[in-house]
């Protein structure tokens, strides 16, 4: 009776059939460009344990980022391999673009973190925010309709402490807030009414974020509109 034989390759015997024993990998350029010492002996052990080994993957953990390695010739027996510095002109671009995205995400921060300020419902309350307690009718029906049509906004009169020094000063405190300021033209304030009217019956002032209209109350019903596009809901 005839005996039959099976033989079973190992797994070593079976990658010398598509990875021949001895397989020099040799590696030209700039050494320095590997991360360590230890980098180079690593990344020779990928090529050799395995024949179909992805050279991005082993130059993205044994390869500093301003430098590449290509693979050159290759024979049975021998692979070869350069490692260059990349030129600077594509480091110093991938840097400022890295940059350019950590100022992006900054500043998107920075305005989401202003804007949930200035549309949370609940304001600091200051001497900027709170206004004057008493106003006069003209300002309150003025402080109405402004309020009707902008009822996410808070409306402040602050008449009896303008001029203009704290012109600035309300403009800057409020600019990232959801409070509108109005006033009524006085003797106190006339400075700052003066360089700010068309003409001398101009006796409302509105401001919000840096810009400011004024107008004659007895317009106030046909300018509103045009006024409160000053302030843009969002």
Do not use: H, W
Not at 78 to 102: G, L, M, N, Y
Not at 115 to 144: A, F, L, P
Not at 151 to 180: G, H, M, S, W
């Amino acid at each position: 009776m005839e005996t039959i034989t099976i033989t079973q390759q190992s797994q070593s015997e079976q990658q010398q059939t598509t990875q021949p024993m001895g397989l020099a990998v040799c590696i030209d350029g700039d050494k320095s460009g590997f991360i360590s010492k230890a980098a180079i002996d690593k990344f020779k052990t990928g090529i050799k344990s395995n024949p179909e080994y992805n050279l991005e993957e082993l130059a993205s953990k044994y390869i500093k980022p301003e430098f590449e390695i290509v693979q050159g010739s290759r024979t049975q027996n021998e692979i070869k391999f350069t490692v260059t510095e990349k030129p600077k002109a594509i480091v110093s671009k991938a840097k400022q673009v890295s940059q350019s995205s950590d100022v992006r995400e900054r500043l998107r921060a920075k305005i989401n973190e202003k804007y949930n300020e200035r549309t949370s419902s609940t304001t600091k309350e200051t001497k900027y925010t709170t206004g004057q307690s008493d106003s006069s009718d003209m300002i309150k029906d003025v402080m109405k309709l402004i309020q009707e049509k902008r009822p996410a906004y808070r409306i402040i009169d602050i008449t009896n402490v303008l001029n203009p020094d704290t012109y600035v000063e309300y403009q800057k405190a409020n600019y990232f807030t959801n409070i509108v300021m109005v006033a009524e033209r006085t003797e106190s304030n006339e400075k700052v009414f003066a360089p700010r009217s068309n003409n001398e019956k101009s006796n409302v002032m509105v401001m919000y974020r840096g810009s400011y209209r004024t107008f004659n109350y007895e317009l106030a019903n046909l300018v509103l509109d045009s006024v409160v596009e000053i302030i843009k809901t969002n």
